[in-house]
C-alpha cells in the first residue's frame, strides 16, 4: 500500500471524526431560539372576575353573607326585591373565575377558565356559572364566562377511590372573548427578543446566529437578556419572526443541582464533579480521595445512613467551599 494514501487516509479518519464531535457537541446543546426567548409585547394577561354558582344540592355555602348580598342584588335586576337575611339556600356559591388571555385572541374566542369557591361550600359539582364578567389589570371587560359545572367522578389513585377536589374546577372554553388586546405587529420596523436566561455568552450566539443566516447584521445584542432586531426590506415582521424563532441557537451548558429543602430532594447532572477533600459530619466522615461524581457522593452518603436533610447540608457546605463545579438552586 502507498504510504502516503495510509497517512492521507488516516488524516481523513481523523478530520471526519473530530468534526463529528464537534457537530454532536455543538447540536447536544442547541435550542430553537422560541424555547428560550419571548418577543416583548406578545404576552397573555391575567383576567379575573366574581361570581356565583346556582344549582347546587346543597353544598353550597351556608351562611356567607357576600353571597346572600350578591345573590339579593342578581335578584333586584330581575325585579325582585328580597333582603339578604332572608336568603337560606344552601343551593349557591360565591366564587372567584380566573382565566388567561392568550396574545393576539379575537372577540368570539372560547378560553378556559378556573372556578374557585369562597365561602364554605363543600362542593361545586352539578352547579351552573351564573354570566361573570372577567376584567383586566385595567379594570375593562375582556370576556364574559357562564355555562355549567362539569368534571370526572372519581380518580383511581393507589388502588383507592380518590374523589376530585370540587371546590375548584377549570371549565373548558368556559368564556368568550369580548374584547381583544390589539397590537400591530405587521407594521413594525422593529422587535425585541428577551432572554428566559441572562447571559451574555447567550445573547451574543443569538445575535451571531441571527445574523449569519440573513447574512446581514439585522440583529444587535445590547445586554445578557435583550436582542434588538431590524426587519429587513423583503420580510414582513411575521414572516421574519417566524424564521427567526426556528432557528438553531448553542446553549450554554451550565451545571446545577436543584435541591428542594421542604421534601428533602436533589436532583444534579451525572457530569457534576466534587473535589478530593475530607467530609466530617455527625458521627461519620468520608475521605474523597480523588475527583469522584456527585452521584458516587450520595451513594457514600447512604450507605452511612445520611438522611435526605443530611445530603442537602453537605452539599451545600461543599458548595462554599468551592468543592463542587455546579450551581446550587434552593427552592
Known amino acids: 500500500m502507498n504510504p502516503f ?63 346572600n348580598q350578591t345573590l339579593s342584588n342578581l335578584l333586584k335586576n330581575v325585579n325582585v326585591k328580597l333582603d339578604p337575611k332572608d336568603i337560606k339556600s344552601k343551593n349557591v356559591a360565591a366564587v372567584m373565575v380566573t382565566a388567561t388571555l392568550p396574545p393576539f385572541a379575537r372577540e368570539g374566542d372560547k378560553i378556559d377558565v378556573t372556578v374557585s369557591s369562597i365561602g364554605d361550600a363543600k362542593s361545586l359539582q352539578g352547579g351552573v356559572l351564573l354570566l361573570t364578567p372577567l376584567k383586566g389589570v385595567n379594570g375593562k371587560i375582556y370576556a364574559l364566562a357562564q355555562g355549567p359545572i362539569t368534571m370526572g367522578g372519581f380518580n383511581l389513585r393507589g388502588g383507592k377511590k380518590q374523589k376530585h377536589f370540587t371546590t375548584t374546577v377549570k371549565v373548558l372554553n368556559g368564556a368568550t372573548v369580548e374584547r381583544a388586546v390589539v397590537w400591530d ?49 423583503n420580510l ?73 436533610q443530611d445530603v442537602i447540608a453537605i452539599i451545600e457546605n461543599l458548595r462554599a467551599a468551592n468543592s463542587i463545579n455546579a450551581k446550587i438552586v434552593v427552592n
Open 236 to 308: 414582513t415582521m411575521p414572516e421574519f419572526l417566524a424564521e427567526i424563532q426556528n432557528l438553531n441557537v448553542y446553549v450554554p451548558h451550565e451545571n446545577v443541582i436543584v435541591i428542594d429543602e421542604r421534601t428533602g430532594t436533589v436532583v444534579a447532572g451525572g457530569n457534576i464533579i466534587v473535589n478530593p477533600g475530607v467530609i466530617v459530619y455527625g458521627n461519620f466522615t468520608i475521605k474523597i480521595k480523588k475527583p469522584t461524581s456527585i452521584l458516587e457522593l450520595t451513594q457514600d452518603l447512604k450507605k452511612s445512613n445520611a438522611t435526605p
Open 185 to 233: 405587529l405587521y407594521h413594525q420596523k422593529t422587535a425585541t427578543l428577551s432572554l428566559k436566561k441572562s447571559d451574555f455568552d447567550l445573547a451574543i450566539n443569538v445575535q451571531n446566529t441571527i445574523n449569519r443566516y440573513f447574512n446581514k447584521k439585522v440583529a444587535i445584542a445590547t445586554d445578557p437578556r435583550t436582542v434588538i432586531l431590524k426587519k429587513p426590506n
Open 5 to 67: 494514501l495510509d497517512r492521507f487516509e488516516k488524516f481523513l479518519t481523523l478530520l471526519f471524526f473530530s468534526m463529528l464531535y464537534i457537530l454532536i457537541s455543538t447540536n447536544l446543546f442547541a435550542q430553537k431560539i422560541k424555547d428560550i426567548s419571548n418577543i416583548i409585547g406578545v404576552r397573555s394577561n391575567q383576567l379575573i372576575g366574581y361570581g356565583l354558582v346556582v344549582g347546587l344540592n346543597g353544598t353550597g355555602d351556608s351562611s356567607s353573607k357576600f353571597t
